[in-house]
């Protein structure tokens, strides 16, 4: 079984600032991927960026990139040049490869951006 | 359109009344997810199916059930509803080795 865990509930960020999302996840697989997704006030689950375990480089699209550390299990999101549209609840999320596969998901941690 | 609907987007119910939420894609994807959403425990798996024919209790399977009537439309039951039920029910898709594919959410409050 796989577990995700994010231990801040809740963060803020002044405009323009980076931030950066901590996740860490156990899981006994020796291949999986990692997501974040972003759930803004509309409520849909918007995927951020994801990253294959196999690979070695880090994920990065535009201002999010993550920090992946496989021998330490975690899986953090760096928020560069943050916007007042990047306030959202963001959720880490893992899920082995495979056809038989299910999605597990921490609890999240709120995002506030403020001017 | 978009590619995972549900229906009701919202919905205030009785308690003891029986509910159906309803999901369907266009995605073409075999595998289908029920997924609740409650504050601060992030989105618990309720029930999946990776086909038609197959179908898998999660991790808070008790008081739902599912059918998985095509490919393309897998609905969640609450036999009789009760407020501790009250939280965003989301759908998902999933093929291969993409990532999930979410529905807009039914916000389902029990009363």
């Known amino acids: 079984a796989q577990t995700v865990t994010q231990s801040q509930p809740e963060m803020s960020v002044q405009e323009a600032e980076t931030v950066t999302l901590s996740c860490t996840y156990d899981?006994?697989?020796?291949?999986?991927?990692l997501f974040w997704y972003k759930q803004p006030p509309s409520r849909q689950m918007i995927l951020v960026i994801r990253q294959e375990a196999y690979k070695q480089q880090n994920a990065t699209e535009n201002r999010f990139s993550v920090n992946f550390q496989k021998a330490a299990k975690s899986f953090s999101l760096k928020i560069s040049d943050s916007q007042l549209g990047d306030a959202a609840m963001y959720f880490c999320?893992?899920?082995?490869?495979?056809?038989?596969?299910?999605?597990?998901f921490g609890t999240g941690t709120r995002l506030q951006v403020t001017l | 359109d978009a590619d995972v609907t549900q229906t009701p987007r919202n919905r205030i119910t009785k308690t003891g009344k029986r509910i159906m939420l309803e999901c369907s894609q266009t995605k073409g994807h075999d595998r289908m997810y029920w997924y609740r959403q409650d504050p601060g425990l992030g989105l618990r798996l309720i029930y999946y199916?990776?086909?038609?024919?197959?179908?898998n209790k999660g991790e808070i399977s008790d008081g739902y059930s599912v059918s998985r009537q095509a490919q393309a439309k897998f609905s969640l039951s609450l036999e009789s509803a009760i407020p501790n039920q009250t939280a965003l029910y989301f759908c998902a898709t999933m093929e291969g080795n993409t990532e999930a594919f979410f529905g807009q959410g039914t916000r389902l409050t029990v009363v």
């Open positions: 199916s990776f086909d038609v024919k197959d179908i």
């Open positions: 899981t006994s697989e020796s291949d999986y991927y």
């Open positions: 999320a893992s899920r082995r490869t495979g056809t038989a596969s299910k999605l597990t």
